[in-house]
């Protein structure tokens, strides 16, 4: 079972292009978090999604960003008209069930140029 | 709301000496607690967790209490390694709240030969 995987690892993109990280969970986890983690700060949460619906987006910024996990497929965050403030590590995690452990993948590093 | 609060870092012991890494939380009703460890350049792995009051999470010689009394999940070691050089999380999950996890600052940990 492979864990949750997350490409590409490191992005780099110009100010005012499109950022798009992809979170593929682990097999049979139908609930995905995305978190931004700044250079020497904690984590913080942006996007609880289920399957095709997004429970709480409370931490993402209303404009330029978004999120999805569709049906089929991985679950998409997209940063458009990225600006340099928007680089960071994006951390995906994964898990099973309510109130159970999440799983993380191995983040994709985000670089504004 | 949901909160974790984290013993400030850096920390830096020696090899065979004893660990400890405050945690306490503020939440409504009965989370989840989790210790999670992240080596640099990678994702976040859980260390160890707990469900309810008064269990010990434990695992590669790591232990928390979840103490509910005292709202703490301090992190113990009797005696590090250079290998357990990394930074630590304290984590929540509420499912009375969302289920999202909400994590401390984070702990960095250098242990020397």
């Known amino acids: 079972n492979a864990g949750v995987m997350q490409n590409p690892r490191h992005l780099v993109r110009r100010r005012g292009q499109e950022a798009r990280l992809r979170c593929s969970p682990m097999k049979g986890h139908s609930h995905v978090y995305w978190y931004r983690q700044l250079p020497e700060e904690g984590l913080k949460f942006m996007v609880y999604l289920q399957k095709e619906n997004i429970i709480d987006e409370s931490g993402m910024p209303k404009e330029r960003f978004s999120a999805e996990f569709p049906k089929e497929g991985p679950s998409i965050l997209r940063i458009q008209q990225v600006v340099r403030g928007d680089s960071a590590a994006y951390f995906c995690?994964?898990?099973?069930?309510?109130?159970?452990?999440?799983?993380f993948g191995q983040g994709t590093r985000l670089t504004v140029v | 709301g949901n909160s974790v609060t984290q013993m400030e870092g850096p920390v830096t012991l020696s090899e065979e000496a004893f660990l400890t890494i405050n945690c306490t939380y503020t939440?409504?009703?009965?989370?989840?607690l989790f210790w999670y460890v992240q080596y640099p350049g990678e994702g976040l792995q859980l260390l160890l967790k707990a469900t309810k009051a008064d269990d010990k999470g434990s695992n590669k010689g790591f232990e928390a209490t979840y103490r509910k009394e005292t709202t703490s999940f301090h992190l113990e070691k009797g005696s590090v390694q250079v290998s357990d050089s990394a930074v630590y999380f304290c984590a929540l999950s509420n499912p009375n709240t969302g289920n999202q996890f909400y994590f401390g600052t984070g702990t960095s940990l250098t242990v020397i030969p």
């Open positions: 939440a409504t009703g009965y989370p989840s």
């Open positions: 995690a994964s898990s099973p069930a309510v109130n159970t452990e999440a799983f």
